[in-house]
C-alpha cells in the first residue's frame, strides 16, 4: 500500500505503523516523486498479510517518542462501514501539521492568530506528545458518541419527511372525496334525513305535550265521576230514607 505526503518530517525506513496503538506493520520504502519532487511516496508493509484497513481511514504522520522518531497511525472512519481497501491502494496521507489544522478548525480557532500559534507549536513539541495524542484520542471518542446521534437525526428527518408527504397524500384524498358524487349524494341524503329527524323530533314533542294535556284532562274527569257517584248515592240513601219512612206510617 501507498501513502502520499506533501513531506514525510523525517520518516525513514522501518519505522512503525500502528492501529489503534498497536504496530501493526511498518514502512518500506520512502521516496520523492512527482514533476518537481514535491510529493512523497511512502510504502507500507503490513505484518499480517490478511490485515484490512477500512475505506476513509485517516493515515496519520506523527512523532513516534521524545527522540523526534516518526510513525503512521493509521484512524479508522466513523462510520462503521464494511468498506475496506485493495491491496496495494495509493492514497493521501495526513501529516500532524494538517491534522492539527484540521484540529483547531474543529475547535472554532484561527490557526494564524496567537492562541493558534501557540497551539501548534505545543502539539508539534515531541515532549509534549501526550497531549496531542489525548486530543487526538478525545476527537476519536467525540466522532464515536456523534456518529449514531447524527445518524437518527438523519433518520427522523427522512420520517418527518416520509409523514409530510403522507399527509399531503391524505389531504388531497378527502379534497377529491370531497368532490365525488358518491360523497354529495351521501352528504344530501345525510342532510334530508336530518330534516325528517328533526320532524320526527317536533311530532314527537307535539304529541308528548298533548298526552300530557289529555292525562290532566282525565284525572279532572275521573274526580268529576267520583263527584257525581258521591252525589247519585247520596240521593239514592235519601230517597231510600223517605220511601222507609212512609213505609211504616202506613
Given at each position: 500500500?501507498?501513502?502520499?505526503?506533501?513531506?514525510?518530517?523525517?520518516?525513514?525506513?522501518?519505522?512503525?505503523?500502528?492501529?489503534?496503538?498497536?504496530?501493526?506493520?511498518?514502512?518500506?520504502?520512502?521516496?520523492?516523486?512527482?514533476?518537481?519532487?514535491?510529493?512523497?511516496?511512502?510504502?507500507?508493509?503490513?505484518?499480517?498479510?490478511?490485515?484490512?484497513?477500512?475505506?476513509?481511514?485517516?493515515?496519520?504522520?506523527?512523532?513516534?517518542?521524545?527522540?523526534g522518531g516518526m510513525k503512521i497511525d493509521i484512524t479508522p472512519p466513523m462510520d462503521s462501514s464494511t468498506c475496506y481497501l485493495k491491496k496495494g491502494?495509493?492514497?493521501?496521507g495526513v501529516s500532524q501539521v494538517d491534522f492539527i489544522e484540521m484540529m483547531l478548525t474543529n475547535l472554532h480557532i484561527d490557526g494564524s492568530n496567537?492562541?493558534?500559534?501557540?497551539?501548534?507549536?505545543?502539539?508539534?513539541?515531541?515532549?509534549?506528545?501526550?497531549?496531542?495524542?489525548?486530543?487526538?484520542?478525545?476527537?476519536?471518542?467525540?466522532?464515536?458518541?456523534?456518529?449514531?446521534?447524527?445518524?437518527?437525526?438523519?433518520?427522523?428527518?427522512?420520517?418527518?419527511?416520509?409523514?409530510?408527504?403522507?399527509?399531503?397524500?391524505?389531504?388531497?384524498?378527502?379534497?377529491?372525496?370531497?368532490?365525488?358524487?358518491?360523497?354529495?349524494?351521501?352528504?344530501?341524503?345525510?342532510?334530508?334525513?336530518?330534516?325528517?329527524?328533526?320532524?320526527?323530533?317536533?311530532?314527537?314533542?307535539?304529541?308528548?305535550?298533548?298526552?300530557?294535556?289529555?292525562?290532566?284532562?282525565?284525572?279532572?274527569?275521573?274526580?268529576?265521576?267520583?263527584?257525581?257517584?258521591?252525589?247519585?248515592?247520596?240521593?239514592i240513601r235519601r230517597m231510600k230514607a223517605v220511601l222507609d219512612k212512609d213505609s211504616t206510617k202506613m
Amino acid at each position: 500500500m501507498t501513502v502520499y505526503y506533501q513531506e514525510a518530517g523525517g520518516l525513514v525506513v522501518d519505522d512503525p505503523v500502528e492501529f489503534r496503538d498497536m504496530d501493526v506493520g511498518s514502512v518500506k520504502n520512502v521516496e520523492l516523486v512527482g514533476e518537481n519532487a514535491d510529493s512523497v511516496a511512502v510504502l507500507i508493509k503490513f505484518d499480517d498479510p490478511q490485515f484490512k484497513v477500512h475505506c476513509s481511514s485517516q493515515f496519520l504522520l506523527t512523532t513516534a517518542g521524545l527522540m523526534g522518531g516518526m510513525k503512521i497511525d493509521i484512524t479508522p472512519p466513523m462510520d462503521s462501514s464494511t468498506c475496506y481497501l485493495k491491496k496495494g491502494a495509493k492514497l493521501s496521507g495526513v501529516s500532524q501539521v494538517d491534522f492539527i489544522e484540521m484540529m483547531l478548525t474543529n475547535l472554532h480557532i484561527d490557526g494564524s492568530n496567537e492562541l493558534g500559534i501557540r497551539m501548534k507549536e505545543l502539539f508539534q513539541d515531541s515532549s509534549k506528545k501526550h497531549l496531542f495524542k489525548g486530543l487526538k484520542n478525545l476527537f476519536s471518542d467525540i466522532n464515536a458518541v456523534s456518529f449514531p446521534v447524527q445518524q437518527n437525526i438523519g433518520v427522523m428527518k427522512t420520517q418527518i419527511q416520509d409523514l409530510k408527504v403522507e399527509m399531503d397524500s391524505l389531504k388531497e384524498f378527502f379534497k377529491q372525496s370531497a368532490a365525488s358524487p358518491i360523497i354529495q349524494e351521501l352528504k344530501r341524503q345525510y342532510k334530508s334525513k336530518s330534516g325528517t329527524l328533526d320532524s320526527l323530533k317536533f311530532q314527537l314533542k307535539h304529541l308528548e305535550n298533548q298526552s300530557k294535556a289529555l292525562k290532566t284532562s282525565s284525572t279532572k274527569l275521573k274526580a268529576d265521576f267520583n263527584k257525581s257517584m258521591h252525589e247519585y248515592q247520596e240521593l239514592i240513601r235519601r230517597m231510600k230514607a223517605v220511601l222507609d219512612k212512609d213505609s211504616t206510617k202506613m
